[in-house]
């Protein structure tokens, strides 16, 4: 294990399944998965996108997308209904369970969070996301 302690591929994946494996627990209760969490975080933010552009917004492959958003319509989180301007355009809208639970969500993925950055300083933790956000935006 001494000789993983330095690698950056190693030390990402082992922080990737502590925080999806803290988050994925606090959802189960809710029939979520985190992938369904952010797509809705998505939609929470502006609704009625088509999954296009919900694919581009989280950096998804749209064939991925489209079995995870079938299994949300399933749930009762979202429904589909044609662009009234391109009827070969489907928009994804929040349904009332979407929409009402909102406030439970958020608190679980603040309280997910925070229990991922649990031992940290204040500044470390600025620094850390600032860090993660350097590594996943540049080229």
């Given at each position: 294990?001494?000789?993983?302690?330095?690698?950056?591929?190693?030390?990402?994946?082992?922080?990737?399944?502590?925080?999806?494996?803290?988050?994925?627990?606090?959802?189960?209760?809710?029939?979520l998965?985190?992938?369904?969490?952010?797509?809705?975080?998505?939609?929470?933010?502006?609704?009625?996108?088509?999954?296009?552009?919900?694919?581009?917004?989280?950096?998804?492959?749209?064939?991925?997308?489209?079995?995870?958003?079938?299994?949300?319509?399933?749930?009762?989180?979202?429904?589909?209904?044609?662009?009234p301007?391109d009827?070969?355009t489907?928009?994804?809208?929040?349904?009332?369970?979407?929409?009402?639970?909102?406030p439970?969500l958020?608190?679980?993925?603040?309280?997910?969070n925070q229990?991922?950055?649990?031992?940290?300083?204040?500044?470390?933790?600025?620094?850390?996301?600032?860090?993660?956000?350097?590594v996943?935006?540049?080229k």
């Amino acid at each position: 294990m001494d000789k993983f302690k330095d690698c950056v591929i190693f030390l990402l994946a082992k922080a990737y399944q502590k925080a999806h494996g803290t988050f994925k627990k606090r959802l189960t209760g809710y029939g979520l998965t985190p992938i369904q969490h952010l797509i809705l975080e998505v939609l929470w933010d502006e609704d009625g996108l088509s999954a296009r552009t919900i694919s581009e917004r989280l950096v998804l492959d749209p064939a991925t997308l489209s079995g995870v958003l079938e299994r949300m319509v399933s749930g009762g989180w979202i429904f589909k209904h044609p662009d009234p301007e391109d009827k070969r355009t489907l928009r994804i809208c929040l349904s009332d369970k979407g929409v009402s639970l909102k406030p439970k969500l958020t608190t679980e993925r603040d309280q997910a969070n925070q229990e991922c950055l649990d031992g940290l300083t204040m500044e470390e933790k600025v620094l850390l996301k600032r860090l993660l956000r350097d590594v996943s935006y540049t080229k």
